[in-house]
């Protein structure tokens, strides 16, 4: 009986031949797209990092002047460094509470004070010779080290050639001044730094 009956054809949903097509247009977009996606999140992790470690040295400065003595902040290079200030014995005549607290949060007894700065996935390369490197500004806010102009490159862990970012700390009156870097992070030299105007 039901064999004379017409049959229906299905309009609801997409065909396997079409969900492969749209499933291979997708994996073409991705592959095109994660690789630059990552790089911006490597530049933005970059710029987030030097402008916090600018922050630093420009608050050091400050409190160096408004407080009427040295204070000098432990910038280690390599990857995940720890900046914090320095301790009298590090740098003589600096104050070790000369960085107010940027996160009480950081507080947790794993013996940070609430003045270090953690910069994850981050590399410095400086040219500072101090064991600590440290970089300090006298009551006068010039810097502690006249020898040479001071730089710092700041690189990611994840992508170490896309973005490098320095901070330049002049020798004389102790202007900071944050670039560019074009070149290679070891050694680094002013040269290589191109200044952002302010």
Do not use: W
């Not at 009427?68 to 301790?87: D, E, F, K, L, Y």
């Not at 270090?116 to 440290?134: E, V």
């Not at 490098?164 to 002013?190: F, H, K, M, Q, W």
């Amino acid at each position: 009986m039901n064999a004379h009956l017409p049959r229906r054809q299905s309009i609801d949903g997409f065909t396997l031949t079409e969900l492969l097509v749209l499933v291979i247009i997708v994996g073409i977009l991705s592959a095109l797209a994660v690789p630059n996606l990552l790089g911006y999140f490597s530049r933005t992790q970059v710029d987030a990092g030097a402008e916090a470690l600018e922050g630093v040295l420009r608050q050091a400065q400050r409190e160096a002047i408004r407080r009427s003595q040295t204070c000098a902040v432990v910038i280690p290079t390599g990857a995940n460094p720890v900046v914090r200030t320095a301790t009298n014995t590090e740098v003589a005549g600096s104050n070790e509470n000369c960085l107010p607290a940027r996160n009480l949060s950081q507080q947790t007894g794993s013996g940070q004070q609430a003045a270090d700065l953690t910069l994850r996935n981050i590399r410095i390369d400086s040219n500072l010779t101090a064991n600590p490197p440290t970089v300090g500004f006298t009551f006068k806010g010039t810097p502690t080290n006249v020898a040479a102009n001071t730089v710092l490159v700041i690189s990611s862990t994840r992508s170490p050639t896309s973005g490098r970012r320095c901070i330049v700390v002049s020798d004389l009156l102790g202007l900071i001044r944050a670039g560019n870097y074009n070149g290679t992070p070891t050694n680094p030299t002013e040269a290589n730094c191109r200044i952002r105007p302010q």
